[in-house]
Nanobody, 124 residues
């Protein structure tokens, strides 16, 4: 079964760090964007970071720029999101996504393949 599997979520205090990992199970990340998205109840899914595998550029939302770092581990077939200096505003369900239709890499509706999501909770 082809799927994206997220791990590394959990609860942390404000100012702390977490690293999320998205592993392709039965799936090899293609030369295209892979993104991390965040969703809280009642709001749309927000793109927080993306990386273009093959070309290399990374993209970040203004809310996480300077605090989050996305990277591709080719050997491990994973895309990781290092999150530092977390705040309560970073709380939400985080999803990994791949196979977008366009290069709008932070736009959720462009993506065709999604993980199940993982919860991140930051307490102040």
């Amino acid at each position: 079964r082809v799927q994206l599997v997220e791990s590394g979520g959990g609860s942390v205090q404000a100012g702390g760090s977490l690293t999320l990992s998205c592993v392709g199970s039965g799936y090899i990340f293609k030369e295209n964007c892979v993104g991390w998205f965040r969703q809280v109840p009642g709001k749309e899914r927000e793109g927080v970071a993306a990386v273009h595998i093959g070309w290399g550029p990374t993209y970040y939302s203004d809310s996480v720029k300077g605090r989050f770092t996305i990277s591709h581990d080719r050997a491990g077939n994973s895309v990781n999101l290092e999150m530092n200096n977390l705040t309560s505003e970073d709380t939400g369900m985080y999803y990994c996504a791949a196979d977008p239709n366009t290069l709008r890499c932070l736009t959720a509706r462009e993506y065709n393949r999604w993980g199940q999501g993982i919860q991140v909770s930051v307490s102040s």
